[in-house]
Structure formats: C-alpha cells, structure tokens
C-alpha cells in the first residue's frame, strides 16, 4: 500500500511541476476567504508568499487549516510561516523564475513571508473513457485510492 502511495503521489506532483495558479482558502471565526496565488511546488510541499498586512496572514495565523485548489485538484493542508522570502533561496530561485513580474514587484519588500503548506489530503477528478473516477491521496495514512463514481 505504500508503494503504490508513494508511485501515485510521485505522479501526481509530476504533473503539477515545480509551479502553479492556485486558488487558496482560509478562515476564521467562519469566515472563509479565497484568493488565486502564485504557487511553487518542493518536495511534495506548497508555497507561497504574502504580505503580513492581508487578511489572509492573520487567517493562517489563527487557523493553520487551509486548502488549494487548480482545476479538478483540491488539496487539505497545514500551513506555516517560515520566514522572509530572502531566508529562503530555494523559495526565490524558483518564485523568480516562474513569477518574474510578481518577484519583482514583492518579494524583497520588508512585510513579505513565505508559508508552506504540507498536504494532508488531496483528492483528484479523473475521467477514463468518460467514466469519472475519483483519486484520494491520504498523506496521514499514507494511502491511495481510486474509485469510480456512480453517483445515486
């Protein structure tokens, strides 16, 4: 079981790259809050960069619980701040490369911090024939499965 884990999620991160336009919510006090981020993808891990000023920074400071989304990809994780971009150089080769526009314009700027956000649970719509299966990927349990939906 692990190794077909393993063999899945390998394939899945493939597919996703080092970078991606991603849709992140937070919340707090049930207040849920969504936004399109510029995404960089390490080590089966996700990253991003804000501003410590936004509402979203005081939302992941209070509830670490947040979620990603990119098309038929929706991803749980927790999420935490690990400093300044420039403490960071893995972070920025990478932000600089694929967001140049957006490297430049934020990210040296002093308010800036970069989070990480470690999967707990991703799941994944995939059609086959026309047939909707749906993948789970449980990084707690460590598990995959792939399930076809009938739907009732």
């Known amino acids: 079981m692990l190794q077909k884990f393993a063999e899945q999620k390998d ?3 493939q597919h996703l790259g080092e970078s991606q336009k991603m849709v992140l919510s937070t919340s707090l006090n049930d207040k849920v809050t969504s936004r399109t981020m ?3 993808i390490v080590d089966d891990k996700f990253y991003f960069q804000t501003d410590i000023m936004f509402r979203k920074y005081s ?3 209070n509830n670490p619980n947040v979620s990603l989304c990119i098309g038929n990809i929706q991803v749980e994780g927790h999420c935490k701040e690990i400093g300044h971009p420039n403490v960071n150089p893995v972070f920025c080769q990478l932000y600089e490369k694929n967001f140049p526009g957006s ?3 934020y990210t040296l700027l002093k308010n800036e911090r970069v989070f990480e956000v470690k999967p707990l649970y991703i799941q994944k719509w995939i059609y086959e024939s026309d047939i909707p299966f749906v993948e789970k990927y449980d990084f707690c349990k460590m598990t ?3 399930d076809q939906y009938v739907g009732e």
Do not use: E
């Open 11 to 13: 394939l899945l991160f």
């Open 59 to 61: 939302q992941i400071q």
């Open 103 to 105: 490297y430049k314009r």
């Open 38 to 40: 510029s995404i960089i």
């Open 144 to 146: 995959y499965s792939k």
